[in-house]
């Protein structure tokens, strides 16, 4: 079975000045379909640079990352934004959601940028409120939420155009325990209806969710 | 693909979170348009009113004066030199009588009008008894003067409507005495109203205002000419009869379609550079949308970065920054000349101001050229944000 995202031999390197910093070192990994998969790492480990890589937000200096079968290597920024937009769904820490602006546009946005019809659009996106169990704050402002209810609003914002992958970079980070765990139960809920997730964190408890662990240490991946 | 309305809906609402901020962007173009907008309303109230002026004698007005129609000559000749005279108009009458309706010298001056206790600023016109003809009034009530008036210096006046109105109210002033200086005068008839120049003046016979007034200079002559004859032709004529009298570049004639290009040329260049002036406001009104948009673009650095990690390209974040700078720019411009057009109102009682069509495209036109000339660089530097330094900006 072809994996759902491949990265083969990524390197990145930073240059500054006459010192080459490496932040990836040859990394070889492989994610399959339906698989929880955690990429984990101190501070450092070169974590971040993986997830925005395989986010296709960056490019690797070296190797080639491959989407669905399809090689993303060479592809234009207009191709590469596309693929982000059909593909990949982004849950940040600090959930990025867009400042007085309802719940309804937050999670409407990437269909904005889709080829999906706008006559969908409030359809698609009620649905995935829904899931996330928000109706009820469907026309709340984004500041008028709390920091769980921010996150799943941004879970249904990455959920609504049905990608292939979500990649949650430390989901739980800016919540209290109680929130995180409700937030943790709904990425096992997604997965457990079929949806790829692949969760970045420093936080070893956290990671202990995800059914397959990609530690990383010093740009390499170590297990 | 990014559908348009969209794009305006995001482009309203982020300017709608900083209402203040937008207003006061909008202000530097509202003044601009307003400016270009109101001064050539004002030019174009003058160029119509001059218009309207001239339009009112007829076009088949010569008019001789001291040499002002030569740009080479000295202009103080047309006051230091004057050599104009009431014998032009025999001369006139003599070579060309036939083919013209009449003839008069005119002389103005400034005079303080008495009547009892009433007193009124007004021009005193001393022209001779065609100048009636000549100027194409008509009579509210009584008579003009006559050539034997004229013969023998009468001392009697034809009143404009509006020095009828202000000194005599409903009164009828025919047969009344009225005051010009210390001398005293009889009111013979009034005029019709014809505008606001020839209402303001008070009519008398030339011969009367030389001897009365101590005046030796003619202030112009008017022709009228028959509207079966070529008026160029005509004018070829008087001048060529005037050289009995005088050098070639101690006069000048001119039809009225002479002076009104002379004028509405003078009028033109006004308006453009009055337009240019108010024109810099504009750029000033510009560079303002500039900084905002470029403080826009940075506090929305993180929103830039998740717009582009959802699927937003460069170009659909640079086309959202660059209609809020155009939506900016638009709607300052539509005040500015919402704000124009009521200024034309507020001075449509003295001046029929009006907007030229030209006027308000040029003000929506440069309004979107503003937008965009000065939207461009923050609209690029939007789109060509890194993703991943947008997202960690804080």
Known sequence: MTPVLQAQNVCKYYDLGTQRIEALKNVSIEIQKGEFVAIVGKSGSGKSTLMHILGLLDTPSEGEVILNGVNTKGMSEKELAGVRNNEIGFVFQSFNLLQRTTVLDNVMLPLKYSSVPNTEWKKRALEKIELVGLSERLNNKSNELSGG??????????????????????????????????????????????????LVTHDDDLAKIAKRQIVLKDGYVVK | MIYIPEIVKSALSALSLNKVRTFLTMLGVIIGVFSVVALVAVVQGFQNYITDQFNSLGSNLLLVTPSIGNGNQDPSRAFMGNKLSVKNIDTINLYVGDKIEGATVSVRIAKTIKYKTKEYDSTVVGGNYMSYDVYGLSKYSGDYYTKSDDAREAKVVFLGWKVKEELFGDQDPVGQKIKIDNSTFEVIGVADSKGQTFDDRVYIPDSTLRSEFNIDTVSSIAVKVKESYDIEEVLREVKTALFKDMKADDFSVVTQKDVLSSIDQILGVLSIALAAVAGISLLVGGIGIMNIMLVSVTERTQEIGLRKALGATSANIGIQFMIEAIFISVVGGSIGLGLGYLSTLAVRSFLRATIPWWTVLLALGFSIFVGIVFGTYPAVRAGKKDPIEALRFE
């Open chain 1, 149 to 198: 209810q921010k996150q799943r609003v941004a879970i249904a914002r990455a959920l609504v155009n049905n990608p292939s992958i979500i990649l949650a970079d430390e989901p739980t980070g800016n919540l209290d325990s109680k929130t995180g765990e409700e937030i943790v139960k709904n990425f096992l809920d997604l997965n457990s209806q079929g949806k790829t997730i692949i």
